[in-house]
Nanobody
Framework: QVQLVESGGGLVQAGGSLRLSCTAS????????MGWFRQAPGKEREFVAA????????YYTNSVKGRFTISRDNAKNTVYLQMNSLKPEDTAVYYC?????????????????WGQGTQVTVSS
């Protein structure tokens, strides 16, 4: 069992930056592929980024490539999402998720544990 708690959301102007954090309970954080998803009002939850267990590889959805960076610190049981050059269309609740499997996935059904989410609002 893994419990995930996100933090770092808030209100920012377009072009600004935010860094989200997700801290996991337990001693097996490094056993999980980690992902970030987001859900805007009236839309389905969508994949944003993922990172392998060791942090050696990452994967992004096209709309955030070059602007967002996912990273992890296994010693701190934490995964991060650095978001730069934010746009109003990035406004959403952002969720972190943990996956027991070996590979990064875009499908939210492939993830076993979820945080409660943190709101990110980008004003124009």
């Amino acid at each position: 069992q893994v419990q995930l708690v996100e933090s770092g959301g808030g209100l920012v102007q377009a072009g600004g930056s935010l860094r989200l954090s997700c801290t996991a309970s337990g001693r097996t954080f490094s056993s999980y592929v980690m992902g970030w998803f987001r859900q805007a009002p009236g839309k389905e939850r969508e994949f944003v980024a993922a990172i392998t267990k060791s942090g050696s590889s990452t994967y992004y959805t096209n709309s955030v490539k070059g602007r967002f960076t996912i990273s992890r610190d296994n010693a701190k049981n934490t995964v991060y999402l650095q978001m730069n050059s934010l746009k109003p269309e990035d406004t959403a609740v952002y969720y972190c998720a943990a996956r027991s499997g070996a590979t990064m996935k875009e499908n939210r059904k492939e993830y076993d544990y979820w945080g409660q989410g943190t709101q990110v609002t980008v004003s124009s």
